[in-house]
């Protein structure tokens, strides 16, 4: 009922920044939250940061805050994640998240995940 497609991904040095993006699209009567996550090889899948869709307001792990910024256009239905500063540990496959409220439930939905890969 809900896709989310990721975009933005990519290998750059440490230090660099990258942009992805997350749009959501199908059968949306409201959107509650979208967010990010990650997984890095033989770990298992971590928050990162989450944006609530009506306030706005913002939650970030421990390990980015301060280097990555989330944001949105309502408009669009897209999420965005902003990551400066990269380190070689952000090295992992990272998703896409969103709690939405469809004609008959709320549900939460998943994006096919974007590559990210920070060479030291």
């Known amino acids: 009922q809900v896709q989310l497609v990721e975009s933005g991904g990519g290998l750059v040095q440490a230090g660099g920044s990258l942009r992805l993006s997350c749009v959501a699209s199908?059968?949306?009567?409201?959107?509650?939250?979208m967010g990010w996550y990650r997984q890095a090889p033989g770990k298992e899948r971590e928050f990162v940061a989450t944006?609530?869709?009506?306030?706005?307001?913002?939650t970030y792990t421990d390990s980015v805050q301060g280097r990555f910024a989330i944001s949105r256009d309502n408009a669009k239905n897209t999420v965005y994640l902003q990551m400066n500063s990269l380190k070689p540990e952000d090295t992992a496959i990272y998703y896409c998240?969103?709690?939405?409220?469809?004609?008959?439930?709320?549900?939460?939905?998943w994006g096919q995940g974007t590559q990210v890969t920070v060479s030291s």
């Open positions: 944006l609530t869709w009506s306030g706005g307001s913002t």
């Open positions: 199908g059968r949306i009567v409201s959107i509650y939250h």
């Open positions: 998240n969103a709690r939405v409220r469809v004609p008959e439930t709320v549900h939460d939905y």
